[in-house]
């Protein structure tokens, strides 16, 4: 346990005082997926089996989110999903 504990003040120590920043590379990223995955997630044929996630969202976002999910009678969660779905297609109908 101490070694774990150790490695782990290493990190805390490192990123305390190291600038990553200077890490982070800006360039573009090749994606591929396979021309049938791509078909299927742009034709809305994709079996639906969903996971679960977690992400950082600003607490006044979710409040708008909440808000505009309760005015088109639809659970939040459900809205952002269609919203991810919506720009994905989009996003792979440009490629």
Do not use: C
Not at 8 to 13: P, V
Not at 34 to 58: E, F, H, Y
């Amino acid at each position: 346990m101490k070694k774990q504990e150790k490695e782990i003040k290493d990190w805390i120590r490192y990123y305390e005082h190291e600038n990553i920043l200077n890490e982070i590379i800006d360039e573009d990223v090749a994606l591929s997926l396979d021309d049938q995955v791509r078909q299927d997630i742009i034709s809305g044929r994709r079996k639906r089996k969903l996971k679960n996630i977690t992400i950082k969202i600003d607490p006044l976002q979710i409040i708008a989110i909440k808000k505009l999910a309760t005015m088109k009678s639809i659970p939040y969660q459900t809205l952002i999903r269609h919203w991810l779905a919506e720009d994905i297609k989009q996003e792979l109908e440009l490629f």
